[in-house]
């Protein structure tokens, strides 16, 4: 018996070396072919060589497992890598511009000394202004930066608003009414990184950081909110969210009651329903308006807006009827129906008592309220009487 790899199993030396010869001129052959004279050679070679002019679905044998696959296939979508930025020390390899050595990773100096060897402007607006950011003024600018690339602008480790929340409790989470600015991520629309003189780390006072934007709510009004005119924006908004319209930090009612704690009164005997309801802002203008006490537009036109307006149809009017306040305070009063004084008080500024008197028909009428007999708006005759004479 013969062993696997011995002599009389081996194949003569001539046999390997005409194989061998074979697939060579092969090769050679296919230099000088055309394309479909080379496909052809190709295809004696070898297993699996696709047709010309097309592609193929024909199973493709791997690891002797047949698997179909198509080149109709879409490759899948490999985003782009995002550009990166980088320090300039960092892209000139001149690792000393901040370590100690090229062989260490100390630092020059304490910390942040050596990102303030060029960033010198920012070195001296940093010392001369009064609030600081923490980490800015621990040198910790690491914290923030990479000091050597980053895919985001500023070397920032990450984007705005992601960064800023690694430190800050989301503002966001304070209430449904969000903030535009601060929604759309931009914190550095309103904030400085590094240091201001302005507290809440403002690039400005609170008054010019949302006039930029609310550039309309003076303008060139007569009458401004004092709160308004003060620039104390944040005396009633909240800058960032909250749970109450028009960002305020409480309810209508409750934001006017911080200031105006004297309305409605506590011994007030009738209060008029908007202001009852806290609907402070049905009658004025929170900011700024032409006119007085911030009313949204003049008497009576502002009453008409939840009153009937009585004048339009009537035949006879009291002369003082379009003046409201003249007769009605607008809050609360002591008196019914919101009169500013005793009925016989308020009319008798205007009527004389002497010439009440020289009237027959008011015979047994002192001391009475005038509004038995007269109405104190409209009427169908010249007296403002509610009944003529022929009805009594």
């Known amino acids: 018996m013969s062993l696997p790899f011995s002599k009389s199993n081996q194949r003569p030396p001539g046999h390997r070396g005409g194989g061998f010869c074979l697939l060579l001129g092969g090769l050679l052959l296919l230099m000088g072919c055309s394309t479909e004279k080379q496909h052809e050679w190709l295809t004696v070679f070898f297993d699996g060589v696709p047709p010309l002019g097309g592609v193929t679905n024909a199973p493709v044998v791997v690891a002797g497992t047949p698997q179909t696959t198509s080149t109709n296939a879409p490759l899948p979508v490999v985003p782009p890598r995002p550009k990166e930025v980088m320090h300039p020390p960092f892209a000139a390899r001149n690792c000393t511009a901040c370590h100690e050595s090229q062989f260490s990773n100390a630092m020059r100096g304490r ?61 966001l989470a304070a209430g449904k009414i969000q903030h535009q600015a601060v929604a759309a991520g931009d914190c550095m629309d309103c904030h400085a990184p590094h240091a201001t003189n302005f507290k809440g780390l403002l690039k400005k006072s609170a008054k010019d950081i949302c006039f930029d934007c609310h550039d309309d709510l003076i303008g060139k009004k007569k009458t401004v909110h004092q709160p308004v005119s003060d620039g104390d924006c944040l005396e009633c908004h909240t800058p960032h969210a909250g749970k109450f319209k028009g960002l305020l930090k409480k309810s209508v009612k409750a934001t006017c009651a911080s200031c105006h704690d004297d309305i409605p009164a506590k011994n ?11 609907d402070c802002t049905a009658c004025h203008s929170p900011h700024a308006t032409n006119l007085k006490a911030l009313v949204k537009k003049s008497a009576p036109a502002l009453c008409w807006d939840c009153h009937d307006n009585f004048l339009e149809k009537a035949k006879f009017k009291h002369d003082v009827v379009e003046d409201c306040t003249g007769c009605h305070k607008p809050h609360q009063s002591a008196e019914t ?40 708006h409209t009427g169908g005759d010249k007296f403002l009487l509610k009944h003529s004479p022929a009805a009594k």
């Open 111 to 171: 910390p942040g000394e050596s990102c303030f060897d060029c960033h010198k402007e920012l070195k001296k607006n940093f010392l001369a202004d009064k609030i600081k950011h923490p980490p800015v003024a621990e040198g910790d600018c690491k914290s923030c930066h990479n000091p050597h690339h980053s895919p985001n602008k500023k070397l920032l480790q990450q984007a705005v608003p992601a960064l800023c929340l690694t430190c800050h409790d989301d503002p």
């Open 268 to 278: 007030a005997k009738s209060v008029h329903p908007p202001v009852a309801d806290g």
């Open 337 to 376: 129906h919101l009169l500013v004084k005793n009925i016989l008080k308020l009319c008798g500024d205007c009527h004389d008592d002497k010439d009440l008197k020289a009237v027959k028909a008011h015979a047994g009428a002192e001391g009475k309220a005038c509004t038995i007999c007269h109405d104190p």
